[in-house]
Nanobody
Framework: VQLQASGGGLVQAGDPLRLSCAAS????????MGWFRQAPGKEREFVGVITWSGSSTDYADSVKGRFTISRDNAKNTVYLQMNSLKPEDTALYYCAASSRLLPGVRRYEYDYWGQGTLVTVSS
């Protein structure tokens, strides 16, 4: 499956931003979808995950209560709504697809990756 992330940009602290990730090539609803991010000089880290139907989500503690993942299987798209952004949220954000049975938080659990979209939060 091919993934194309978009929606990144430069925002101020406290602003919202919504990222999108469009999938193509295979049946989107067969995949668990995750979001990861990588800040300059840091490892890529888990942000959140959503199950096939969208009925269940999980988030990193650092974004819990501020970020929301959703998906529209009819549009083959997964979203990351980010509210109350902080400068420490600045990173390259990646969407990823997993064919595993259970939602994962580790990079190796994901089979396909998008190219990343840059989010910069100024203070």
């Amino acid at each position: 499956v091919q993934l194309q992330a978009s929606g990144g940009g430069l925002v101020q602290a406290g602003d919202p931003l919504r990222l999108s990730c469009a999938a193509s090539g295979r049946t989107f609803s067969n995949y668990i979808m995750g979001w990861f991010r990588q800040a300059p000089g840091k490892e890529r880290e888990f942000v959140g995950v959503i199950t096939w139907s969208g009925s269940s989500t999980d988030y990193a503690d650092s974004v819990k209560g501020r970020f929301t993942i959703s998906r529209d299987n009819a549009k083959n798209t997964v979203y990351l709504q980010m509210n109350s952004l902080k400068p420490e949220d600045t990173a390259l954000y990646y969407c990823a697809a997993s064919s595993r049975l259970l939602p994962g938080v580790r990079r190796y659990e994901y089979d396909y990756w998008g190219q990343g979209t840059l989010v910069t939060v100024s203070s």
